[in-house]
């Protein structure tokens, strides 16, 4: 069994965590985005869907979703809010959990492909993904791009948040191309909890070609949800790949 970094504790505090995801202007784009891909009435079937930060609000627009997490802590969290006892959730492994039926849709946000820490489970993840996908089906994946150019030669750390409540570093392993998301965060009694989370980082032609082996096909990229185009300097990108129709 994978290890699982989303236990209670974190499950209780993920949406708090994160207030910024649930902006309108962050989430609207991104549940605009699927919702034009599947289409109303459509199966859409999500990847670590968690406490259904965008699964909830895409089900409230006719798309019926479906959705795969290890953590059953996470999956708790979803089904205290509304209308999450309806999304039908089986807790498993992203990489190698089946669901029975077809899908219009398979998708997969906020940098979880990186949660997979070898790139066999990766390659597994896109294989498990167009095992569910409908001919003429997409899977989207949101993700960073690796952080490595900003650092100097020889470095390792990245400060991507310095602020009084959270401080942020990713450390990076070129050679093996792990990373490590450090999280501090201040408590109320002015104290800080750290948590550490691992990753394993993959450039977008990478993340390519693990799509054709699972026999996908690269239809577009931008650099957000609302389809900013994807440049060098971009420091994330939304992918999508299509299941051919022949």
């Not at 990766?122 to 150019?149: K, S």
């Not at 501090?184 to 989370?197: F, H, K, L, M």
């Not at 082996?213 to 440049?231: H, K, Q, S, V």
Request: glycine share 8%; proline share 6%; aromatic share 10%.
């Amino acid at each position: 069994m994978l290890p699982n970094y989303f236990d209670h504790d974190v499950a209780t505090r993920y949406d708090a965590g994160s207030p910024d995801m649930f902006a309108p202007e962050v989430l609207d784009p991104t549940v605009d985005f699927l919702a034009d891909l599947v289409g109303p009435g459509g199966r859409a079937l999500e990847l670590a869907i968690g406490t259904g930060r965008v699964a909830l609000p895409l089900a409230a627009r006719g798309v019926q979703v479906s959705g795969i997490d290890l953590s059953a802590a996470m999956v708790e969290q979803l089904r205290e809010k509304p209308g999450g006892q309806q999304l039908s959730v089986e807790i498993g492994d992203i990489a190698t959990t089946r669901l029975d039926g077809s899908f219009g849709l398979v998708y997969l946000v906020f940098n979880t492909i990186g949660n997979l820490t070898s790139q066999d489970a990766q390659v597994a993840c896109f294989e498990n993904a167009a095992a569910h996908l409908e001919p003429g089906g997409c899977f989207v994946i949101e993700t960073g791009v690796p952080g490595l150019l900003k650092l100097k030669p020889g470095e390792r750390f990245h400060v991507f948040e310095h602020a009084e409540s959270h401080v942020g570093v990713d450390e990076y392993d070129a050679v093996t191309q792990q990373m490590w998301s450090h999280h501090y965060n201040r408590e109320p009694d002015g104290r800080y909890r750290r948590a550490s989370v691992p990753f394993r980082f993959a450039w977008p032609a990478e993340l390519d070609l693990m799509a054709r082996i699972a026999g996908l096909r690269l239809r577009e990229r931008w650099a957000d949800w609302r389809r900013t185009p994807f440049t060098a300097e971009s420091d994330a990108h939304v992918s999508v790949w299509v299941k051919p129709r022949t």
